[in-house]
């Protein structure tokens, strides 16, 4: 079934990944289009399971018709709450394809492409409170400069924050379009369009809460896991990935390992294989992988 939410990156590998067993238990945490959860359901016996996870509601028009799987329609930061109001305590795999999906970026009226001009949204859950809208008219301009400096990587991030201030002041900033033409002296010709993916990806980060998000999911996957269960994890910028490498390393996010009591490194994961990354071939046909960062790990 084709679904209107593009083609899955990195399909064959990440589900390589999970060492599916025909019986087991497996989350898709991103369930979108489905193309990962088919690819799993096929390899899955009939006694195998699949729950996925998704808070964007375009994303039920997807749904399989299959007994083996079930869609909870959350965000995947409560995935622990609510395998366990489905009495599922173990699983034997968790298959993540963080940030945005080509679906979000092509319909126009969500707000998150900048190639289109549309109200200011980028809210994947879309009954969420905060939008892009409250961002850029609410946040202070301390707040701002912060968002703009750590999720946008942006240098001039304080005169872009005092700028939007400045302007929000004479009317709100409604649109894409209206933020744009706000920043347009820091929109060079020869690099508008990075720095415009640099700005939109900062305000979407705050809106989703994506790192806080990734984070709160990450710390819950040890318990859940079975020994010999596998995380199967695509990231798509430095922030997630740094963050995911740092985890299966560590077991943490700052700091360093925790050691037992004769100095061993005390982990809940470890690493399989290195990074794996889109061929030239995948990127060509599917311009969405071209920042993919695949990293696998085992439970111990």
Not at 26 to 45: N, P, Q
């Amino acid at each position: 079934m084709e679904t209107n939410y593009h083609n899955p990156v990195l399909l064959k590998e990440t589900v390589d990944g999970l060492a599916i067993k025909e019986d087991g238990v497996y989350v898709d945490v991103t369930f979108g289009g489905g193309g990962h959860s088919r690819e799993i359901l096929k390899r899955l016996g009939s006694n195998g399971r699949l729950i996925g996870f998704d808070q964007d509601e375009d994303a039920l028009a997807n749904v399989p018709e299959d007994d083996r799987f079930m869609l909870v329609s959350q965000n995947f930061r409560y995935i622990k709450r609510f395998l366990k109001f489905h009495g599922i305590k173990k699983v034997d795999g968790i298959l993540g394809d963080f940030g945005v999906s080509s679906h979000q970026f092509d319909v126009a009226e969500r707000g998150f492409s900048t190639r289109f001009d549309a109200d200011l949204d980028m809210r994947m859950n879309q009954q969420s409170e905060i939008s892009a809208f409250t961002v850029i008219n609410e946040y202070d301009e301390a707040d701002l400069r912060k968002m703009f400096s750590v999720y946008g990587e942006l240098k001039n991030a304080y005169a872009i924050s005092k700028t939007i201030v400045a302007a929000r002041l004479q009317n709100s900033i409604k649109t894409g379009a209206e933020l744009k033409q706000v920043i347009a002296r820091f929109l060079p010709k020869h690099k508008e369009n990075k720095i415009l993916a640099q700005v939109y990806q900062a305000i979407r980060i705050e809106v989703n809460q994506e790192m806080e998000v990734l984070e709160e999911f990450l710390l819950q996957t040890p318990d859940l896991l079975n020994e010999g269960g596998r995380l199967s994890l695509i990231s798509y910028h430095s922030l997630e990935d740094r963050l995911v490498k740092r985890f299966i390393r560590d077991g943490k996010f700052e700091g360093h390992a925790e050691k037992d009591f004769y100095g061993n490194v005390d982990v809940p994961f470890k690493k399989v294989g290195g990074l794996i990354v889109p061929s030239a071939e995948e990127i060509s046909q599917n311009n969405r992988a071209r920042s993919a960062k695949l990293r696998i790990a085992e439970r111990v």
